[in-house]
């Protein structure tokens, strides 16, 4: 059994530590944090779905810090990674690094990271579809973005399919997460002035021959990006072949405005209905009437739901890492325990 740590446990390590703690071949062998923020608090607490867990802090400050919150600690996460395998650092950009630096390379324990940390971070820019193999028996290994995740996923399966020549998407990207209150914009769409912007090269260091350009502006709703693409392809697929690997695709879904799903309102409420935990969509969701092949060309529009996204992969890069299960048998465990199709 791989003993996993989760550290940073916000938006993303909540998810990825309740994630670790459902699936029979690792072990959640405990959590790490500075303070009481993120949901620390109600996870732990005994009727939250990490109630019992062992809890480190991972530097003296946040020790001292979390004791003065009222809670109990195990200790210092450094004086326990003789007995750790990898650490899942899901903290904010810039304290991956450090604690890379401080933490993981002096114990030699591996980890990955999260979308936010720099690009040198570790050798393989992960995303299980695209490049499981990529990160066998690696000790270093970086998950990529929400955004970058879902281009990766349904890329690869229409680059597989049809061949990609070039893509270019159109990112329109939410201002925040539900907790996030002092993020924005509000009352605006906000343009990223760096044209291209950077989500294209995020993608290609996934599918390093993926000729794809991206912009992106920021919008003020906590619920999904949206993504517009289009793509120039090597052949003149119809309409349904495309409709058709995308259904193929682990972690795709498409979903029918004609059905009620017309908003990313309409298909967060689906996500509701279905009591879907914390109302969680990790798969990212297809508008079926936007795929369509005009000559060579295909475009499609697809949503994100961006604090959840990413949580099959981090399962799946643990599994690559320790060369646990080959690419399909990974996914198709991890989404069987998660329940995603
Ligand atoms: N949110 C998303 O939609 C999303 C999607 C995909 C990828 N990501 C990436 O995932 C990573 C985490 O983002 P997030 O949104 O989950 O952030 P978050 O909600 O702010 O959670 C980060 C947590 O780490 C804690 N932390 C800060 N310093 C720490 C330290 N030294 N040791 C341990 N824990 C520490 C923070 O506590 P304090 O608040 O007290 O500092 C917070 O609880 C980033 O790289 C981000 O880019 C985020």
Redesign the pocket.
Known sequence: MVNVVV???????KRVAEAVKKQDDMTLYGL????Q??G?RTVLSEDGPLHGTDLYA??ND?LEQLEDQGFYVNGLLEDSLDEVDVVVD????G??E??KENLYAPNNVKAI?????PKDIAPVAFNADANYDDARGEDFVKVV??NTTSLSRTMSVVDEEFGINNAVASLVRRGG?IPQDSRGPINSTVPVTDVPSHHGPDVQAVMPDLEIKTLAVKVPVTYGHVHMVNVELESKPEDEEVKEAFRSQPRVDLVKAGEGYDSTGKVHEKMRDLHSERSDMPNAAVWEETVTVEDSTLYWIHMVH??SI?VPDNIDAIRAMFEMEDKESSIRKTDKVLGLR
């Open positions: 550290n940073g446990i916000g938006t993303i390590g790490s944090d500075v303070s923020n993120g620390l991972s530097n946040g899901c903290t904010p950009p304290i991956d450090m604690n990271f999260q979308g936010g940390a973005s929400c997460d961006q604090e990413v």
